[in-house]
């Protein structure tokens, strides 16, 4: 995924009123909703997601195929 799209689109996603849960494909094929705008943080190209059970997962442009959301579906 472009670096540029990447951290555009989680912040529109991250700030979207009212907020509705999104889907970040990696591509190891592994799939991460995101069902909380605060459990997402991101900084310099990068992010990390905690969830409820309070498993990490840490990903950049780089390692994500697209993001998956209502707003965005599909874009890359």
């Known amino acids: 995924m472009y670096a540029?799209?990447?951290q555009q689109t989680l912040s529109e996603l991250s700030r979207q009123s009212p907020f509705r849960p999104f889907v970040v494909e990696l591509v190891n094929g592994e799939r991460i909703?995101?069902?909380?705008p605060?459990?997402?943080?991101f900084r310099d190209?990068?992010?990390i997601f905690i969830t409820k059970e309070g498993r990490a997962h840490n990903f950049d442009p780089e390692g994500v195929t697209r993001i998956v959301g209502p707003e965005v579906n599909g874009k890359e």
């Open 33 to 36: 909703e995101v069902d909380h």
């Open 38 to 41: 605060e459990a997402l943080a």
């Open 4 to 6: 540029i799209n990447f």
């Open 45 to 47: 190209m990068r992010a």
